[in-house]
């Protein structure tokens, strides 16, 4: 019997410490995650060296698209966040029915802003709410961080040409460089604040204008001629 009853307990003992590695084991299991979603959104890491001059929307798209094929990004459609006025014959556009319907994601899988209303705050309770973009989520498309207030040089002025609501200016004064067709030392553009800092209110997108739209003049505002891009797919 005495045989027979140290087997049992043998076997009692293997059991628990085959429950006890099993238990532990779960308990150090990692989560599972949902895996990162593709970037669609960026601040272009520089701007296109002439101030404001892109050579119009199409420039703009352009630049938007080379840099975010260069990060891995190609494959979408990218559009820069620009409004234009009209002009010579030509209706006036705006910047958020250019960027497509989102979401839309940072270089790091965060979300950036979920939909068009959520962006622009289209309701009370959204406006309240606010979007994602910030100084916090607000990368570049090598997923750096943009320089901001307080940094050396201020690299906060993202150009937008647009109202708060994403939209184009519709009075006679000159909002776009002339459409971001000129790198004068005279005109402007207006511009929004990435850090949320500055300006006298903390608009994403429209916070003032430029003083000149020449590289120069930008710099001096505490801007680089930099731009949202928006993937529209």
């Keep these: 019997m005495r045989p027979y009853r140290f087997q049992g307990q043998l076997s009692w003992l293997a059991a628990a410490m085959l429950w006890a590695a099993s238990a532990a084991q779960a308990q150090t299991a990692p989560a599972a995650q949902a895996p990162k979603q593709p970037f669609s959104f960026f601040v272009t890491s520089v701007g296109g060296g002439k101030g404001a001059d892109y050579g119009g929307l199409a420039g703009a798209d352009q630049h ?56 622009h705050g289209d309701t009370l309770e959204l406006a309240r709410l606010g979007n994602n973009l910030s100084w916090a989520t607000a990368f570049t498309e090598k997923n750096e961080p943009i320089k901001r207030a307080g940094d050396q040089p201020n690299e906060h002025d993202i150009l937008t040409g647009s109202t708060p609501d994403g939209r184009a200016y519709t009075d006679a004064a000159d909002h776009t460089c002339q459409n971001y067709t000129s790198s004068a030392a005279e005109g402007s553009a207006q511009v929004g604040h ?22 120069a003049n930008l710099v001096a505002t505490g801007g680089a001629g930099l731009l949202y891009c928006f993937a529209i797919n």
């Design 64 to 119: 938007c698209q080379t840099l975010a094929a260069a990060a891995g990004g190609g494959a979408k459609t990218w559009r820069a966040y620009l409004s234009t006025q009209a002009k010579d014959g030509q209706p006036a556009v705006n910047a958020r029915d250019r960027i497509g319907q989102g979401p839309w994601y940072n270089t790091r899988g965060a979300v950036v802003a979920r939909d068009l209303a959520h962006l």
């Design 194 to 215: 990435f850090d949320r800092t500055g300006g006298g209110n903390t608009s994403w997108n429209s916070t003032h204008g430029s003083r000149g739209c020449g590289q």
